[in-house]
């Protein structure tokens, strides 16, 4: 059984400065608590600011790297101010999901106790499903290909989507083993796909895979939403849903609107998973609004390492890594059980150093 595990560090831009550290701390001592179960760091710049220091976003020591290693770790990226000539911002965490190939973007909407959230129904306040992003094309794809043709009152510009049958099916495949695993833990196990099929024919043809994938998983139930509807229905009877699937800029839109129910970005995990490989980082961006504040919530960031900490015990068999992981989510939640922490999103006073010394608190009292 494997123990020691390589992690690549990708601390990114912005507010990554600020919970990556912290977050490492967190990771140290979960680890020394629990025991058969190391992490290895090897941290390396990339980002905007790296772009722009150096002309490249991604280097290729780096990727290498994340390729090599266990798993990686990234914060976030991206400044509004730094873009490629055509307009783009430099967004490497893109390159690293469609180079590795982490086709399935995994987003948690698990609400915590004692936050002031936006929906006050007790069913909006204990909130647990999963948005699945498809992470590798859908309208994000070619946006290298992205082009202005035409002239005057004429001109026009274009992105294309692409949605291929490989990729619906393993996402799929993917989204319908999670509605199993998560109905024999005793949830829902619906699998829906949001998609916008009445319009597009790139949908429909997406939606009709799904289909095929659903006929046979006849034991996992399931069922289609049109995207618009969808948003409606994530503001107004969010507990509905269980397992989520949807195109890349659909999940992107969709999991802010999950983030904003459980309290803000600052709360939203994320996972990008592939068949061998996956890199975990929070739903958020670089917050360019609050950086160097001390106002950035490390929440997402810890929550995004306990799921790398499960990912890597159920890969490699190692019991200590999966306590390691329900140790975080358990500090976290009872940290916030505590009803003292209201996140700057939130409109309080709690940002990294008030977050991150009760969630230590609160793990140290699991030892
Ligand atoms: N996965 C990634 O690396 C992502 C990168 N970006 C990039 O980040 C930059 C900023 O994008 P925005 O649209 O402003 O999205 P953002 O997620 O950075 O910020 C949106 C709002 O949420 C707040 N926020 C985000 N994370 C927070 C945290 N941990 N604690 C407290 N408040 C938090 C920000 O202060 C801001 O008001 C852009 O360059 C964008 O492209 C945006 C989203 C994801
Ligand atoms: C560059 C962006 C697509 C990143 C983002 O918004 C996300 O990962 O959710
Ligand atoms: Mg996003």
Redesign the pocket.
Known sequence: MKSEFSITVLP?????HE?TPVCLELLDKVCKQVGGVSLNYSSFAAG?VHYKETGVSLPEEALQHAFDSDATL???????S?RYPDGR?I?P?LELREKMDLFAGVRPVKTMPGLPLPLTSEKAQNLDFILIRESTEGLFASREKFKIEGEGADEAAYDTQKISRKGCERLFDFAFELGRQRRNEGYKGLVTCVDKANVLGSFYYMRQIFDEVAAKNPDVDNNHVYVDAAALQLVGRPWQFDVIVTENMFGDILS?LGAGLMG???MAP?ADIGIEKAVF??????????IGQG???????FLSAAMMLRWLGNKHDNSSAIEAARKIDTAVENAYATGTLL???LGGTS?TEAISSLVFAELDKLA
């Open positions: 990114g831009d912005g507010i990554g919970v905007a990234l914060a976030c990226m991206g400044m509004p730094i911002e967004a965490q802010d803000g970005m600052g994320s980082q929070p739903c958020h961006g670089t917050a360019p609004d609050i106002k950035a919530n490390p929440t997402a960031m996140p700057y999103e940002g």
